[in-house]
């Protein structure tokens, strides 16, 4: 029985060139429908006809009676088009297509329309196929591909929830891990793709062409996991922010099914640390998922402390790793950070008086102890006259991060205007940073929490020049703190302080 191809179609048309441009309108619409861009359908058009009026040329004798086939199928480079007969097989020059070749009488080739038909296509293959006849494969290639370009769709299928256990040799295979290569990248985009759909809020992983390049800037780097031969298993990042370069975000991570329970995805995270490591970096911090307590432990084991909250920062209909299908709710996230070099022996900060215990918890579990100085209101006096902040927004997420670099003498006001328009683009969840190494951050918290603000952690580094202090700001987001689950006693008791304080709780 044979199995059919995914995205394939093909005709048939009489070996008269007459039926040629036909042919080709039919091509071009496949190539259409995969997304092909309106300048190459044209030119994909006059190729394919000058192809077929050139084979049925070269293939039968005048009068002969005969059919070509014209097969479409999507491949991992676009679009492929083979047309087959079973006419004269293709000689020497075919084959060597790296000048063209002039036919003569008595030695027919299609050596010269080959090389017309290079101006069109990207690749031209020939393969004589015995008693099955010949056939001439022209690709074309896909511009600006996204992962649904590089794949057909059947090949996009989410993984099944339920994978069946693997032969006994499969499960004895073990992981190992490398730095992705480019040629890694097609596979990358597709696990991504399968495990959370078009969900991901970093848009860049269904780019393969966008994944090579943010990893050769070292805005990002990527670590796959290899099990038997060369068969890619899982992926893993860490991506460097500008805003704080002294550490990194451990940033993604996925397993193929097949391959999971077997320790992949920790030694993906170990590779990946201990590259950062060597790199000076100071440190790493991630999210942890709180519908469950796996993913913590998991973190917890290579020595993360958890430090902050992200409430409802995961958006209801996404796909998340360790979730059963799609979440009908805002699912919120648990911040932890491990120092990769010694962390600081001598360390000031200074934080809002209300706060002071708890950001000392926090820094007790990190294994820090800094020394937390008082601003006097009289600090205010010295405050520039223009404040500095950057807000970027993560539309996918319905979530904006506001990161105030420097307090200015109206940062209260100008605030209050940027949450207002946040809140009528209906931005949900908003996440403010202020630097602790900043003597305004004690005089001008307990202002930003009189518009709604309130304390979600801290994150070592999460400045150039300082660890920041996170707020939070729900936009008509309901939480429910019971269904939140956590590991570590510092977790639970930061998740009672951040509830007693959340203005929306009744």
């Not at 860049?204 to 780097?221: C, D, H, M, R, T």
């Amino acid at each position: 029985m044979q199995t059919l191809k995914c995205e394939f179609s093909s005709i048939r048309i009489p070996n008269d060139p007459k039926y040629a441009t036909a042919a080709a309108i039919y091509v071009s619409e496949i190539a259409k429908m995969i997304g092909m861009h309106a300048q190459d359908l044209k030119s994909l058009e006059n190729g394919i006809t000058e192809a077929i009026t050139a084979l049925i040329g070269y293939s039968f004798e005048p009068g002969e009676k005969e059919n070509l086939e014209i097969r479409c199928e999507r491949t991992p480079d676009g679009l492929q088009v083979s047309l087959r007969d079973k006419g004269l097989p293709f000689g020497k020059a075919e084959i060597d297509t790296a000048a063209p070749e002039i036919s003569s009488a008595d030695s027919p080739d299609m050596g010269e329309p080959v090389f017309r038909l290079k101006e069109y296509f990207d690749e031209i293959q020939f393969h004589n196929l015995g008693p099955q006849g010949k056939e001439l494969v022209l690709i074309k290639q896909l511009k600006n591909k996204s992962i649904t370009d590089y794949y057909a769709a059947c090949d996009l299928e989410p993984y099944e929830p339920l994978v069946p256990p693997m032969p006994a040799s499969a499960a004895q295979v073990k992981c190992g891990v490398r730095k992705m290569a480019s040629t890694d990248a097609p596979e990358v985009s597709k696990t991504i793709y399968k495990t959370y759909g078009y969900t991901y809020p970093h848009d860049y992983v269904y780019y393969p062409e966008k994944i090579v390049a943010l990893n050769k800037s070292g805005q990002i780097f990527s670590a796959v996991a290899i099990a038997g031969e060369d068969q890619i298993a899982g992926y893993g990042v860490f991506q460097a922010w500008e805003e704080n370069p002294q550490i990194v975000e451990m940033a993604q991570g996925v397993v193929k099914p097949e391959f999971r329970s077997r320790g992949c995805f920790r030694q993906i995270t170990r590779y990946l640390l201990e590259r950062a490591k060597s790199l000076g970096i100071k440190g790493a911090f991630g999210e942890a998922v709180t519908n469950h307590t796996i993913s913590q432990q998991v973190t917890h084991g290579f020595g993360f402390r958890d430090c902050g909250f992200r409430l409802g920062l995961v958006p209801p209909g996404m796909i998340f790793k360790g979730m059963d299908g799609k979440i009908t709710h805002r699912v919120s996230l648990l911040v932890h950070f491990l120092f990769l070099q010694p962390p600081p022996v001598s360390l000031s900060i200074y934080a809002p008086p209300h706060h002071k215990d708890m950001i000392a918890a926090i820094y007790a579990e990190l294994g820090v102890a800094p020394e937390i100085k008082d601003a006097f209101p009289t600090e205010a006096k010295k405050a520039a006259s223009k404040s500095v902040f950057k807000i970027k927004v993560v539309g996918s997420m319905n979530f904006a991060r506001i990161m105030i670099t420097r307090c200015g003498r109206h940062i209260g006001e100008e605030l209050k205007i940027k949450v207002k328009e946040l809140c009528l683009k209906k931005t949900e969840i908003l996440n403010l940073f202020l630097n602790l190494s900043d003597p305004l951050t004690c005089i001008y918290a307990a202002q930003f929490e009189k518009l709604g603000f309130f304390f979600a952690g801290i994150l070592p580094g999460g400045f150039a020049d300082g660890d920041a202090l996170i707020l939070q700001y729900l936009n008509s987001v309901p939480i429910d703190y019971n269904a939140i689950r956590v590991k570590s006693a510092l977790a639970g008791k930061l998740l009672a302080y951040i509830k007693e304080r959340d203005p929306n709780v009744n």
